[in-house]
């Protein structure tokens, strides 16, 4: 085997250009959920505001590869709170939804698997500890900012239920292998 045959064997496989376009595509709807999901559906809280957009990133990061769905995450975000009223909050959002996204694997022919359900326990800690941490930043002090922790409790919790419900639905549906979105490199339970 020569040189040129051994970098062969090793590349990975080359995505379809049919790939590639839905992955740009549900990149696109994805930062387009966690919009609509944090910007309209929320309730204010503390010195934010509670919502269930996090459930959408939890969903992109299941069907698109983690720079994606990180990207999805951090776009839909950032407009949501720039174009709410809350664009202080935008910077620590971006990096908070980018995070969380890598926690999830895309690398099974389902969305609910046993990594994306764990998966659940350190986004909310990023996305609780995050907020926490940025808000201390913002007002110069750590305790005040303690009293927002119920309302990213909440968003956590809500959050996760919307994506185990819009997961399982996925799953029962199919809908993973009906748009081509199985990962094509080795899978994982």
Known sequence: MNLNETAQTNAKPARSAKTARYEMVLTGVSAALVFVFTAFLHI?????????GDAFVFLAACLLP??????AGGIGAVLA?????YAIW???SAVIKAVTALFFT????????LRNLLALLPAGVICIGGYYLYDAVITGNFIAPAA????YVTQWVLSSALFLAVGFAFDRLRLKERFGLLYEGKKQK
């Open 148 to 151: 927002g922790i119920p309302g």
């Open 81 to 85: 709170d720039g174009l709410t009223g």
């Open 44 to 52: 204010p809280s503390h010195t934010g505001y509670t919502h269930v």
């Open 106 to 113: 895309r690398r099974s022919e389902k969305v609910l698997t």
């Open 90 to 92: 935008a910077p620590g």
């Open 66 to 71: 983690a720079p994606n769905a990180a990207l």
